[in-house]
Antibody
Framework: EVQLVESGGGLVQPGGSLRLSCSAS????????MHWVRQAPGKGLEYVSA????????YYADSVKGRFTISRDNSKNTLYLQMSSLRAEDTAVYYC??????????WGQGTLVTVSS | QSALTQPASVSGSPGQSITISCTGT?????????VSWYQQNPGKAPKLMIY???KRPSGVSNRFSGSKSGNTASLTISGLQAEDEADYYC???????????FGGGTKLTVL
């Protein structure tokens, strides 16, 4: 059974930093691209970032480019999202998502990040 | 990175059929057969319902179907059931620069 478990969310002040982690199991983690998708309270889904299976290529939405860094440790089956210079508009539930070429087939339960003073 | 356009809400009675549209551009929906649909219940993670425009993952009811014409994709739910009440999001690949883009979401109410 595929499982994606996010952790690391919480309350952080504007301008602060936070690192999200996603522990994966139930599939060959090193064979799949992984993604982060976020959802602000009461809002829709927003695509944030992606990393290829070998970590060799990454993608960032314009809204987070230069502030967020995605990475992965295939030896630990873990995906990361390092977030810095956080803003109020980054407040959202962040989902770790497994990619399967043409779609997102498994989603974690999400971790809430709240940026507020 | 504009979101795909979906109606904010749709409704239908049990047993009826409804269709949710998802309008993009020639740079996303119109260029790739890589449209997927996700169902999200309150407080839960999204669930894949349709991928590659019209394919259903194992375990998803055949009451759910997808199609595409030009820059608009559609999700049709036939034989509406109370359990179908949820938010639905479309998603399309938009090329290597933009990568993936989501629709704004549609709230389905089963009357």
């Amino acid at each position: 059974e595929v499982q994606l478990v996010e952790s690391g969310g919480g309350l952080v002040q504007p301008g602060g930093s936070l690192r999200l982690s996603c522990s994966a199991s139930g599939f060959t983690f090193s064979s799949y691209a992984m993604h982060w998708v976020r959802q602000a309270p009461g809002k829709g889904l927003e695509y944030v970032s992606a990393i290829r299976s070998n970590g060799g290529s990454t993608y960032y939405a314009d809204s987070v480019k230069g502030r967020f860094t995605i990475s992965r440790d295939n030896s630990k089956n873990t995906l990361y999202l390092q977030m810095s210079s956080l803003r109020a508009e980054d407040t959202a539930v962040y989902y770790c998502v497994k990619g399967d070429r043409s779609h997102f087939d498994y989603w974690g339960q999400g971790t809430l990040v709240t940026v507020s003073s | 990175q504009s979101a795909l356009t979906q109606p904010a809400s749709v409704s239908g009675s049990p047993g009826q059929s409804i269709t949710i549209s998802c309008t993009g551009t020639s740079s996303d929906v119109g260029s790739y057969n890589l449209v997927s649909w996700y169902q999200q219940n309150p407080g839960k993670a999204p669930k894949l319902m349709i991928y590659e425009v019209s394919k259903r993952p194992s375990g998803v009811s055949n009451r759910f179907s997808g199609s595409k014409s030009g820059n608009t994709a559609s999700l049709t739910i036939s034989g509406l059931q109370a359990e179908d009440e949820a938010d639905y999001y479309c998603c399309s690949y938009a090329g290597s620069t933009t990568n993936w883009v989501f629709g704004g979401g549609t709230k389905l109410t089963v009357l």
